[in-house]
């Protein structure tokens, strides 16, 4: 089955305690991107990648890392997480970058 | 700076009755156009596209409706069901261009 994973899921941890959420897509696409949903703000690109050591910052990336070792991976990462990063994340791909991307299904953050 | 606006936070319908979407851009180099739809606790998940060398785009019960000159946009549901109740977000792109989404409207389909 075609699909976008994310994990953890729903993550609780406390300021400045680096973490990492993982993304991976079993599609072959090249295209990959991290967004984060806030209240009143929709969906924000954090950053993409448009294919493997190619990354770039989307609108909101201060505070996080990316890395695209491999091309079914794209992990984010915060390296010193502070409250405001409290958010729904989603990762996404798709073949091209202004092609239909397809959304994992979450990660919850509460920063403390 | 938004440049897709959907400019209805939520929208209430009863089922069996059309739902109608709006959603503005700004950029006139956008060139397609997609909707996407989200329940809670989940991923948005493609609905329907269409290219800017089209105006209508039918699937199902949802139709995409473009008007290039108003830069207008729109998402028809006949008939809504309760199922369909979620977030639906619009977006717009050209090539080598991200995905810019507009902030989403909560449609909510009364029984």
């Known amino acids: 089955e075609a699909q976008v994973t994310q994990n953890p899921r729903y993550l609780i941890t406390v300021t400045g305690k680096k973490l990492t959420v993982t993304c991976s897509q079993n599609m072959n696409h090249e295209y990959m991107s991290w967004y984060r949903q806030d209240p009143g703000l929709g969906l924000r690109q954090i950053y993409y990648s448009m294919n493997v050591e190619v990354t770039d910052k989307g609108d909101v990336p201060e505070g996080y890392k990316v890395s695209r070792k491999e091309k079914r991976n794209f992990p984010l990462i915060l390296e010193s997480p502070s409250p405001n990063q409290t958010s729904l994340y989603f990762c996404?791909?798709?073949?091209?970058?202004?092609?239909?991307?397809?959304f994992g299904p979450g990660t919850r953050l509460l920063v403390l | 700076d938004q440049q897709v606006k959907q400019n209805s936070p939520s929208l209430s319908v009863q089922e069996g009755r059309i739902s109608i979407l709006n959603c503005d851009y700004t950029?006139?180099?956008?060139?397609?156009f997609l909707w996407y739809k989200k329940y809670p606790a989940e991923g948005p998940t493609f609905l329907i596209s269409?290219?800017?060398?089209?105006d209508k785009n039918e699937d199902g019960r949802f139709t995409v409706f473009l008007n290039k000159s108003a830069k207008h946009l729109s998402l028809h549901i006949v008939p809504s069901q309760p199922g369909d109740s979620a977030v639906y977000f619009c977006a717009a792109s050209f090539v080598g261009y991200a995905l810019n989404f507009g902030k989403g409207t909560s449609l909510l389909v009364t029984p």
């Open positions: 269409i290219s800017s060398i089209k």
């Open positions: 996404a791909s798709s073949q091209s970058q202004g092609g239909t991307q397809y």
């Open positions: 950029n006139s180099m956008f060139d397609y």
